[in-house]
Structure formats: structure tokens, C-alpha cells
């Protein structure tokens, strides 16, 4: 079997996991709104719900518009991952991370939405000012950091492929 489906497997799965486990570990010992200061005036555990997408964007939507809207998307998303993931070349570790990075947190989050109707959120970090980043979860830090990966990547092939100034 090729290095990039090992990695992707195993990312994906170790991911899909630790997401599930900390949600459901949530949702088993925090009633709804209930916050566990850890770090004062920086990080909470707080169990909301998410029933948007990203900033609760579309969160005001009728439930069967959100439901088809936010399902559609994530199989989109996850048949696309399949694909890129197949175009690769064998030995692309690197990318293959990255891409089972968003997968786990694209299948964590629609098992969520399918098992509740909505996204358990439960990292709760302060910034300065008073401000709140929005609650989040293992997937969506998963995610982000699949995304991010997957832009170093896109520019580390960009300038591997730019011409040198001395060339010429």
C-alpha cells in the first residue's frame, strides 16, 4: 500500500477518534453551558452547540435548509478529499497528512450534525480585550490545520517551481 494512503488512513481515523472522544466525553459530564475554567482569562472547556458552520454562519437558517446545505457540503468535501488524495503521488506524505487532517474533521463534524442536529463546541479560548475566539472542537482544529498544511504545501511547490534570480 502507498505511503500517502497509510498516512491519510491513519491520520484520519486517529483523528475521527480523538474528536468523537472528546465530544462524547462532553457531552457525557457538562450539561448544556456549562464551563470548566482551566486557564483563567485563556481557555475554558464550554459545551455549546453549533447548529451553523464556521462563526455559526447560516445558524439562523431553517433546520432541513441547514441540514441538506451543511450534508451536501461535507460529502462534497469528502469526495473531493478522495480525489486529490488519489491524484497524488505515492509518496506524498506531507499532503496526505494534511488531507486526512480536514477529513477527520469533515466526517467528525457530520457525524455530529446527523447524531444531533448540530456541532458539539466545547474549547472555549479568551484573547485579549475581553474578546472570545468562537468555541471550537478537535475537528475544526483539525481542519485548520489540514488547510493550513495544505497551503505551505501549495507555496513550498510554488517556490520550488519559481525560477532562481541568479538563473538567467
Same mark, same amino acid.
Given at each position: 500500500?502507498?505511503?500517502?494512503?497509510?498516512?491519510?488512513?491513519?491520520? *484520519?481515523? @486517529?483523528?475521527?477518534?480523538?474528536?468523537?472522544?472528546?465530544?462524547?466525553?462532553?457531552?457525557? /459530564?457538562?450539561?448544556?453551558?456549562? /464551563?470548566? =475554567?482551566?486557564?483563567?482569562?485563556?481557555?475554558?472547556?464550554?459545551?455549546?452547540?453549533?447548529?451553523? $458552520?464556521?462563526?455559526?454562519?447560516?445558524?439562523? $437558517?431553517?433546520?432541513?435548509?441547514?441540514?441538506?446545505?451543511?450534508?451536501?457540503?461535507?460529502?462534497?468535501? =469528502?469526495?473531493? !478529499?478522495?480525489?486529490?488524495?488519489?491524484?497524488?503521488?505515492?509518496?506524498?506524505?506531507?499532503? *496526505?497528512?494534511?488531507?486526512?487532517?480536514?477529513? *477527520? +474533521?469533515?466526517?467528525?463534524?457530520?457525524?455530529?450534525? !446527523?447524531?444531533?442536529?448540530?456541532? @458539539?463546541?466545547? !474549547?472555549?479560548?479568551?484573547?485579549?480585550? +475581553?474578546?472570545?475566539?468562537?468555541?471550537?472542537?478537535?475537528?475544526?482544529?483539525?481542519? @485548520?490545520?489540514?488547510? $493550513?498544511?495544505?497551503? !505551505?504545501?501549495?507555496?513550498? =511547490?510554488?517556490?520550488?517551481?519559481?525560477? *532562481?534570480?541568479?538563473?538567467?
Amino acid at each position: 500500500m502507498a505511503l500517502k494512503y497509510r498516512w491519510f488512513g491513519f491520520v *484520519s481515523i @486517529v483523528g475521527l477518534f480523538l474528536d468523537q472522544l472528546t465530544k462524547h466525553w462532553i457531552v457525557d /459530564r457538562f450539561y448544556y453551558g456549562e /464551563r470548566l =475554567v482551566v486557564i483563567p482569562g485563556l481557555f475554558d472547556l464550554t459545551h455549546v452547540r453549533n447548529p451553523g $458552520g464556521a462563526f455559526s454562519l447560516f445558524a439562523d $437558517g431553517p433546520f432541513e435548509w441547514r441540514m441538506f446545505f451543511f450534508v451536501g457540503a461535507t460529502v462534497l468535501a =469528502v469526495v473531493l !478529499l478522495v480525489v486529490f488524495l488519489y491524484r497524488l503521488a505515492d509518496d506524498e506524505g506531507f499532503t *496526505s497528512l494534511a488531507l486526512g487532517l480536514v477529513m *477527520s +474533521g469533515a466526517v467528525g463534524n457530520l457525524i455530529d450534525r !446527523l447524531r444531533y442536529g448540530e456541532v @458539539v463546541d466545547f !474549547l472555549d479560548v479568551h484573547l485579549w480585550g +475581553g474578546y472570545t475566539w468562537p468555541t471550537f472542537n478537535v475537528a475544526d482544529s483539525a481542519i @485548520v490545520l489540514g488547510v $493550513g498544511m495544505l497551503l !505551505l504545501d501549495v507555496f513550498r =511547490v510554488e517556490e520550488d517551481a519559481a525560477p *532562481s534570480a541568479d538563473a538567467g
